[in-house]
């Protein structure tokens, strides 16, 4: 089998407050098959007029050209993702059960080369792309397994000469729209669950991230995924709202589920809204992250250390507001402060040193370049960090006396900001935790019983983290409340979202 190698030299900073490493070269070496460019439509792997540049965030440079799908190819995998369902649907729960059973182990025995992709076109340490990959694959198996227990009800009627059944049947197509934060996992959350329950799907991944969903195109097909059934059409930021207008108005389409901005989310509703399509939506957070006075301080730095600073603070459950009690609070800054120095290092995420990459692109570090200009210019103490570096990068950094009137405390931020906000009470604590219009995660360190059960229920979030900083996981429900989204994905709901209940009534039988 033949390979792919990429060469590339750059400047990159490799650590808070050390010099930057010159002239380090770093290579992109996978299979060749898994490095895909063409959109994938029926089973064909399809050109478009034109191509847009895939870069890697840690250096700017260019990895690849990929197809520039527009409304004509999405039109194209939209028939064909309709054609297929026909049979797709056919198919019996255990046979799409092996199917997607093959897909995960194809995931598994190409993790090395999934996880460099995802390394080099979203910027992660190659560790957290190898654990993306674990958990991306971890949902074709789970719902691999859940196809086979999709149950319909048989409800005692109330007449003798009838019976009530409950019928679970696929929605149909699926437009399946997801972020360039997990280009792997996000995709397999939906799809997996979708394919389980019978429906077809069209995929439009991130711009800035599309080889991930390419590459598993090509393990789809390899698994024997039918032509139809698994679509892929990459397409530029330029075309991304042709391309997203006909994903969620055509009338072929039965479903939208999308990952992404609450901003987003809100305009791919209002088109599908004129269909009456079934949505999933999964948007922004901006999770609370309290530490009680009760708490065990070395595994609340430990949480807020995984919770913050997983892909750089680029994920949508990253804990955006920190909140401590005011016994703890200065014991707690301390602590963490040294875990930055001793377990942060910057630079290119192929780098086996690095445990932070870079962010996205350069408008996301300016971001929080801004939120940490704002809160600096409103009393905030910088304790560590607070500089953008080169290109993509910045400081992970540590903000000390932070008030709610600051930037960073009222919108979300992606990216590795820390700021730490003393309390004085848990009602104080709750009602700035829950002073927000989203509620998606939501964390809090505690050894009082009574009190995490208070807390954990006053809560105004869809996913609550214990005592933990890391909690997805396939086996359970992942999901927001208030403007943060609709339904669920993963656990035993995840496949609910793909299907329909159908009343049959069975009349004129002899009691």
């Not at 995802?118 to 694959?137: H, N, Q, R, V």
């Not at 679970?168 to 360039?180: D, E, H, N």
Request: proline residues 5%.
């Amino acid at each position: 089998m033949g390979s792919f190698c990429l060469l590339r030299s750059r400047c990159l900073p490799r650590q808070v407050g050390l010099p930057l490493v010159m002239h380090r070269q770093y290579s992109l070496d996978i299979s060749a098959q898994l490095l895909r460019t063409q959109g994938y439509v029926n089973g064909q792997w399809i050109n478009a007029p034109s191509t847009f540049p895939v870069l890697d965030p840690a250096t700017g440079e260019e990895i690849a050209k990929v197809a520039d799908c527009g409304p004509a190819e999405a039109k194209l995998a939209v028939d064909a993702a309709y054609k297929a369902f026909y049979s797709w649907k056919q198919h019996t729960a255990k046979e799409r059960s092996v199917l997607l059973r093959k897909w995960y182990d194809l995931l598994t025995l190409n993790k090395e080369d999934l996880a460099k992709l995802i390394t080099f076109e979203c910027g992660k340490p190659m560790k957290e792309s190898l654990g993306e990959i674990a958990y991306a694959a971890g949902f074709l198996e789970w719902f691999s397994e859940e196809a086979r227990r999709v149950y319909g009800d048989v409800v005692p009627s109330a007449a003798k000469d009838r019976k009530i059944l409950l019928l679970k049947q696929p929605v149909g197509v699926a437009s399946i729209i997801t972020p360039w934060n997990f280009p792997s996992a996000m995709i397999t959350r939906k799809v997996g669950a979708a394919l389980a329950a019978g429906c077809t799907v069209v995929v439009k991944p991130a711009e800035d991230t599309p080889l991930s969903a390419l590459a598993l195109a090509e393990l789809a097909s390899q698994a024997g995924i039918p032509a139809g059934v698994f679509n892929v059409v990459p397409c530029s930021r330029e075309k991304t709202p042709s391309v997203g207008t006909v994903l969620c108005t055509d009338p072929l389409v039965g479903k939208v589920s999308f990952t992404g901005s609450t901003a987003t989310g809100k305009i791919l509703l209002k088109h599908a809204a004129d269909t009456i399509k079934r949505v999933s939506m999964e948007l922004g957070g901006h999770a609370p992250f309290i530490v009680f006075d009760s708490a065990d301080v070395d595994k609340a730095v430990a949480g807020a250390m995984n919770s913050k600073f997983r892909n750089s603070g680029q994920t949508c459950v990253c804990s955006n507001r920190f909140l401590v009690q005011s016994r703890i609070h200065d014991h707690f800054i301390e602590k963490l402060g040294k875990a930055m120095d001793a377990e942060l290092r910057l630079g290119h995420g192929s780098d086996p040193n690095t445990t932070q990459g870079p962010l996205i692109n350069v408008h996301a570090s300016e971001k929080v370049e801004h939120q940490v200009m704002d809160a600096v210019s409103r009393g905030a103490k910088v304790l560590r960090g607070g500089k953008r570096l080169d290109g993509s990068f910045h400081q992970p950094t540590l903000l000390a006396d932070v008030t709610t009137d600051m930037l960073c405390t009222r919108e979300e931020t992606f990216g590795p900001l820390l700021p730490v906000i003393r309390f004085s009470t848990e009602e104080e604590a709750l009602a700035i935790a829950n002073a927000s219009h989203v509620g998606l995660a939501g964390y809090f360190f505690s050894q009082d019983v009574s009190q995490i059960w208070r807390v954990a229920e006053n809560l105004e979030v869809g996913m609550v983290g214990v005592n933990e900083g890391l909690f997805s996981t396939p086996e359970a429900s992942f999901g927001g409340v208030k403007q943060s989204g609709l339904g669920r994905e993963g656990s035993k709901y995840g496949i609910e979202e793909y299907l329909d209940v159908k009343y049959m009534c069975f009349g004129g039988l002899t009691p």
